[in-house]
T-cell receptor, first 114, second 118 residues
Framework: SQTIHQWPATLVQPVGSPLSLECTVE??????LYWYRQAAGRGLQLLFY??????ISSEVPQNLSASRPQDRQFILSSKKLLLSDSGFYLC?????????????FGPGTRLLVL | AQKITQTQPGMFVQEKEAVTLDCTYD???????LFWYKQPSSGEMIFLIY??????QNATEGRYSLNFQKARKSANLVISASQLGDSAMYFC???????????????FGTGTRLTIIP
């Protein structure tokens, strides 16, 4: 069965510090990978999407970047965090050739920027 | 315009009663998919049920069913015999084809917080 891991689970960082959140998927090959952000009491906003190694699509311009160095690894980064980067970050995966292409989510990382 | 609208920010339901969570959507794409996710206090998004735009029958998964009314563009989630463990945020989401990212982009509603009362 497939599993998705995210770490760290929680993170408190000062403004201006760098960020690296990691997401890994097990039990599947060549998944589509996603990074979402959820502000407090809000729905999910898609940040980045990847269909393969080194292939990243950005949904909205922002202070963040994403990379996919391996097939089942997706990393969310920032060089300098802003207060507005605080939120709940969720990684998800799907298999594009398997209808209905449901996205399955990881446990998330709570980021607080002070 | 909002693509996914969930008009109920919060609901309180007595245990063992059925509950309907509303979701309306807006798309001009003839091929789309509708999803419901549950988010408990732990934060993880749990997939519940899916309905394709061409599916003839309403989707069902255990105690969950989706009341799909295509002409009205609504996809309400029905939970039968509610349990205390059903207390959570519930999100409706839509996948449209033909987006910049191919077929995978999901658009989420703002969610409904469901509280089951013992």
């Amino acid at each position: 069965s497939q599993t998705i891991h995210q770490w760290p689970a929680t993170l408190v960082q000062p403004v201006g510090s760098p960020l690296s959140l990691e997401c890994t998927v097990e039990g599947t090959s060549n998944p589509n990978l996603y990074w979402y952000r959820q502000a407090a009491g809000r729905g999910l906003q898609l940040l980045f999407y990847s269909v393969g190694i080194g292939q990243i699509s950005s949904e909205v311009p922002q202070n963040l970047s994403a990379s996919r160095p391996q097939d089942r690894q997706f990393i969310l980064s920032s060089k300098k965090l802003l207060l507005s980067d605080s939120g709940f970050y969720l990684c998800a995966w799907s298999v594009g050739d398997r209808p209905p292409e449901t996205q399955y989510f990881g446990p998330g990382t709570r980021l607080l920027v002070l | 315009a909002q693509k996914i609208t969930q008009t109920q920010p919060g609901m309180f339901v007595q245990e063992k009663e059925a509950v309907t969570l509303d979701c309306t959507y807006d798309t001009s794409d003839p091929s789309y998919g509708l999803f419901w996710y549950k988010q408990p206090s732990s934060g993880e998004m749990i997939f519940l049920i899916y309905q394709g735009s061409y599916d003839q029958q309403n989707a069902t998964e255990g105690r969950y069913s989706l009341n799909f009314q295509k002409a009205r563009k609504s996809a309400n989630l029905v939970i039968s015999a509610s349990q205390l463990g059903d207390s959570a945020m519930y999100f409706c989401a839509m996948r449209e084809s033909g987006t910049n990212f191919g077929n995978e982009k999901l658009t989420f509603g703002t969610g409904t917080r469901l509280t089951i009362i013992p």
